[in-house]
Each structure stands twice: as structure tokens, then as C-alpha cells.
């Protein structure tokens, strides 16, 4: 049997000359992103060491790495993160989930969920961090109350954002489906769910942030680790060194878990070009 040679298809001048002008523009914008935040670093440690700034209340990076050395010397550098880290995973995956549940079941029912709009707009207008002391005194003071508290912050904003998406969608597409027998699930599978894939995807990027802000502020009250209780302890004890690192590592987390979201979104991008 004789091989048959497949001839290979040579891509164009024009699109070799687009692929090398978009590998030059990701580098010139990841080139310029990293001069901007060792700039600002660098300004930041020349004025600690010019005495523009005291660098004993603003600090400066190189003591922020020193503070860093010494929690990771002494052990309790990952403890603390991972304790974060775990209430932010688990509040973030909750909200999510649920928001988006509840959000389904409320594009379902129209009934449902002209009865609860006003409750959602009053539930997203509330400062959660009110309601801290009284999930603390519903189930105690620990990583429970932590966890309620960033399910409280992310839940109605992914219920809000997500409901929005739903109720978005082209009519014209759900009318054609309903005019060929489509079941409401049916609808709702192949054309609400596909057609808001983007704003799930938002909602995720959103919650990120909620997440986050949901565990620093019961770490704030409750917590006795984690970075927000880092922060707490070192602003008592007016170690700004270890408030600023703390910091630090909270960008630096939470930047890791938002690229974690966006590695998600082009997986599943991928697939559904496929």
C-alpha cells in the first residue's frame, strides 16, 4: 500500500505578519506592566532610603521581604495563607454556585422573581460587614462565621449579575425553539445557558474580589489566622512592616486565583470552539 502525502497549507504573508504583530503586542504589554510595578517598587525603596517617606509607618520592599523571610523562618508564613486561601476557595465556590442556582430558578419563575427583586436590591445595598456580628453569634467565632460572611458578599452579586444574563437573552432565539416544541428546560439548556457562558465567566472574575474581601473582613473580626489577622496584629502592635507584607501577599494571592479564573475561561473556550 502506498502512503499518501498530505500537503501541508502554508499560512499567508498577511497572517504571518498578524501573528508577529500580536506576539509583539502581548510583549510589549506584559513588558510594560512589569517596567510599571518595578518602578513602582523601585520609587518606593529609593524614597524609604532618600527620606522622602519614614519607612518605619509607609515601610519599604526590602523590609517587606525581610518580613516575609522571618514568618517563612519561623513557620507560620503558608499556615496563615493556606488558612485564607481554604475559606476563600470555599466561600468563593459557594457563592458561585449558588448564586447561579438561585439565579436559574428565578429566571424559571417570573412570579418568583418579580417577588424578589426588592429583596435582592435591599440585600446587595446592605453593608455586610453589619451583619458580622450576628452570623459570630449564630455559629461562633471561627472559620464558619468567615465562610457565611463571604457567602453573604458574593452570593447576591452572582445572583444579580448572573439573573441579568438570563433574562438578556435573544428572545428571537427562544421563540424559535418554543415555536418548534421546546420545553422550557430545553430553552434553558440550549439557549440560556450557552448564549450567558460570558457572564457566568464575569461572575467568577467578580466573586474573586468578593471572595476575598468577604474572609479579610471576618478575619478582621474573628479570625485568630490568616492574613487578616495578620494585618489586625500588626496594625495593634504598629508593625507596618508586617501589615504591608501581609498586603502584599493578599494581591499576590488574589492574583493567583483571578489567573486561575481566566486559565477556566479559555479551557472552556477552547472546547467550545472544538
Known amino acids: 500500500m502506498s502512503k499518501k502525502k498530505t500537503k501541508e497549507i502554508k499560512p499567508s504573508k498577511e497572517r504571518l505578519l498578524y501573528l508577529r504583530r ?3 503586542e502581548k510583549a510589549a504589554v506584559y513588558s510594560v506592566r512589569i517596567f510599571i510595578l518595578v518602578a513602582i517598587f523601585g520609587l518606593w525603596e529609593l524614597a524609604g532610603n532618600l527620606g522622602w517617606i519614614d519607612p518605619f509607618i509607609m515601610s519599604q520592599p526590602s ?21 485564607s486561601c481554604l475559606e476563600t476557595v ?13 439565579a436559574s430558578l428565578l429566571w424559571w419563575s417570573k412570579f418568583l422573581s418579580r417577588v424578589s427583586e426588592p429583596y435582592l436590591v435591599i440585600l446587595n445595598a446592605l453593608p455586610k460587614v ?19 460572611m463571604t457567602l453573604a458578599i458574593s452570593l ?38 450557552p448564549a450567558n457562558f460570558g457572564t457566568m465567566v464575569n461572575s467568577l472574575k467578580v466573586n474573586v474580589g468578593l471572595s476575598w474581601v468577604g474572609v479579610i473582613m471576618g478575619e478582621f473580626l474573628v479570625s485568630k489566622a490568616g492574613i487578616g489577622y495578620l494585618i489586625v496584629y500588626g ?22 486565583m483571578y489567573q486561575g479564573v ?3 475561561e479559555k479551557k472552556f473556550v477552547k472546547e467550545k470552539q472544538l
Open 262 to 264: 481566566l486559565l477556566l
Open 90 to 102: 470555599v466561600g468563593f465556590l459557594l457563592g458561585t454556585v449558588a448564586g447561579t442556582l438561585i
Open 63 to 83: 523590609r517587606i521581604l525581610n518580613t516575609i523571610a522571618n514568618l517563612y523562618a519561623k513557620g507560620d508564613l503558608f499556615p496563615h495563607i493556606g488558612i
Open 235 to 256: 496594625s495593634q502592635v504598629f508593625q507596618m512592616d508586617l501589615v504591608m507584607a501581609s498586603v502584599i501577599i493578599l494581591a499576590v494571592a488574589a492574583a493567583v
Open 156 to 193: 447576591i452579586v452572582s445572583i444579580l449579575e448572573v439573573l441579568s444574563g438570563f433574562m438578556a437573552t435573544d428572545i428571537e432565539k427562544i421563540k424559535l425553539l418554543q415555536t418548534l416544541g421546546a420545553s422550557k428546560w430545553q430553552v434553558f439548556t440550549k439557549v440560556v445557558l
Open 130 to 148: 453589619a451583619l458580622g456580628p450576628i452570623f459570630i453569634v449564630w455559629v461562633g467565632a471561627g472559620p464558619k462565621a468567615i465562610i457565611i
Open 22 to 24: 500580536t506576539r509583539n
